[in-house]
């Protein structure tokens, strides 16, 4: 059973930061494209921000962003540590959702986190 472990969720106010990491096998790091999706209650679980696995060609991003949280998250990892973090700054209430990693490897082959909740008081 491949794990993904997330931590750094919390509660913060509005306009506050927090900085989410996720731990996931190497085996599995090293081949994945890592990714934070999110879902707040009643609604389907979406994209917030992806990161490929290898360092791309010159001028190919390496990573993607949801419109709604462009220029306030950032998506890092760390290769070393096999570690995947995602940095929320000046955070909204509509932020607030349970957070999940994700490694996906190729097609139909996704590997989730447990999750991790993000609370952003108004």
């Known amino acids: 059973q491949v794990q993904l472990v997330e931590s750094g969720g919390g509660l913060v106010q509005a306009g506050g930061s927090l900085r989410l990491s996720c731990i996931a096998p190497?085996?599995?790091?090293?081949?994945?494209?890592m990714g934070w999706y999110r879902q707040a209650p009643g609604k389907q679980r979406e994209l917030v921000a992806t990161?490929?696995?290898?360092?791309?060609?010159?001028?190919?991003?390496?990573?993607n962003y949801a419109d709604a949280v462009k220029d306030r998250f950032t998506i890092s990892r760390d290769n070393a540590e096999h570690r995947v973090y995602l940095q929320m700054n000046s955070l909204k209430p509509e932020d607030t959702a349970v957070y999940y990693c994700?490694?996906?490897?190729?097609?139909?082959?996704?590997?989730w986190g447990q999750g991790t909740q993000v609370t952003v008081s108004s």
């Open positions: 994700n490694a996906h490897v190729t097609r139909g082959l996704d590997y």
């Open positions: 190497k085996s599995i790091f090293d081949i994945a494209s």
């Open positions: 990161i490929t696995a290898t360092k791309p060609l010159p001028g190919v991003r390496t990573t």
